[in-house]
């Protein structure tokens, strides 16, 4: 199959990555709750996992980079993956379901940066569309939070655990359809100096002020997303929603995602990284207004249809920015810390707080979202002040 151009294979790496994360991100915390975990452990999971990723996904990024071999680096991950995730299902304990839980998403959480970097910085000398090639992730995103709905609602709860293990056997075989890395790469005694040079590289990356200013930016915007990444099934369905309408309204968010992502050459000539971000920061803050009231189900799917915005404009920014700042030497690294902190230090905030928000005020715990997205509109427009479009930090001299 390593005949197949280098934009089929990573597209077909991220639909692997997209429909363990479709059904995982809509349906996770209702399996936890059949289980016996209640709203604030759940939550609590969800942190744990956020919080971890912090030291994980940067380890993987810079291994990847010294080695310059992601494909090795993603299908490690991707074995534990599997592994973790069917101890969490055949065990009877609540305790070793928590921690294989939070250790299998720890292991899927290093992949996604690791395809997303070779994606963006491969498309150009392959000649293919980031945006393109992204969309079939998110298509396989809509497939799978439509699909798991149905099946949920068909067989029930328990049928989500093995159909998650099924797509990380999946993400295996596309971890080995990878290229290995960006130039040439790195072995044996090489990578001794590979890894210095990247450690390097990266110490001056996360000093450069306007590199943590856009951190601010890009990770508000997407942290706000804790509440409803963990709680949008639950509140919906307190509401009356069926399972299968709750799968069908979380499609079409990805859909209009889709439709953007379609567009996104055009949208980075024309928009440009830093405007992307705050569309992306000011059309969050709305949707989860309109969500925080629970209103009649036409602006529910407005709300959904925003995440165009909140989430494709505003990722469609950050990785313009990540491109345009940083070198290739590091675009594993430079990518892994805008997952842990859009994903993962204030994401855990995000979860953590979103438990206790749902146990007291319920669906009005989306407001404390909207206010997050503000903040990251506030700090795209510091960082419109303090970046000029050039690359942050210079290769290291003789590497």
């Not at 110490?203 to 997407?222: D, K, M, N, Y």
Request: hydrophobic share 60%; glycine share 10%.
């Amino acid at each position: 199959m390593v005949f197949l151009p280098v934009s089929v294979r990573l597209g077909i790496a991220l639909c692997a990555i997209s429909l363990f994360a479709g059904a995982y991100l809509s349906f996770f915390p209702v399996w936890l709750k059949a289980r016996g975990f209640d709203a604030e452990q759940i939550g609590l999971i969800f942190a744990a996992v956020n919080l971890l990723r912090v030291f994980t996904t940067p380890v993987a990024g810079i291994l990847a980079d010294a080695r310059n071999d992601r494909r090795s680096v993603v299908v490690v991950l991707a074995l534990g993956c599997t592994v973790f995730w069917t101890t969490a299902t055949l065990s009877p304990w609540l305790a070793l379901i928590a921690t294989a839980a939070v250790m299998g998403a720890l292991c899927h959480a290093g992949i996604g940066p690791l395809v997303e970097a070779a994606t963006m910085r491969l498309a150009e000398p392959y000649g293919f569309d980031y945006g393109t090639v992204r969309l079939f992730g998110s298509l396989a995103f809509i497939g799978s939070t439509a699909g798991a709905g149905y099946l949920v609602g068909a067989f029930g709860i328990d049928v989500l655990m093995p159909a998650l293990i099924v797509t990380l056997v999946l993400t295996i075989g596309a971890g080995l359809l990878l290229p290995a890395g960006i130039g040439e790469r790195a072995r044996g005694s090489a990578f001794s100096a590979g890894l210095a040079r990247t450690l390097r590289e990266a110490e001056a990356l996360v000093r450069h002020p306007t590199f943590l200013i856009f951190l601010g930016a890009a990770s508000c915007v997407q942290a706000s997303h804790a509440f409803y990444y963990v709680f949008f099934t639950l509140t919906l369905e307190a509401d009356g929603y069926a399972r299968e309408t709750i799968g069908l309204l979380t499609s079409l968010g990805v859909a209009a995602e889709v439709v953007l992502f379609a567009f996104a050459r055009p949208l980075f000539a024309r928009v440009g990284a830093l405007r992307l971000l705050l569309i992306g920061s000011v059309l969050a803050a709305i949707r989860w207004a309109i969500l925080a009231f629970l209103p009649a189900w036409p602006l529910v799917v407005v709300a959904q249809i925003l995440h165009a915005a909140s989430f494709g404009a505003a990722h469609l920014g950050a990785m313009q920015f990540i491109l345009k700042a940083t070198p290739d030497s590091i675009s594993s690294t430079a990518q892994s810390l805008y997952a842990i902190t859009a994903f993962g230090i204030v994401m855990a905030f995000g979860s953590f707080v979103s438990g206790f928000l749902f146990e007291t005020v319920g669906a009005l715990g989306f407001l404390a979202m909207s206010g997050l997205a503000l903040v990251s509109a506030a700090c795209a427009i510091v960082l419109a002040a303090h970046w000029e479009g050039g690359q942050l930090t210079p290769r290291a001299a003789g590497v």
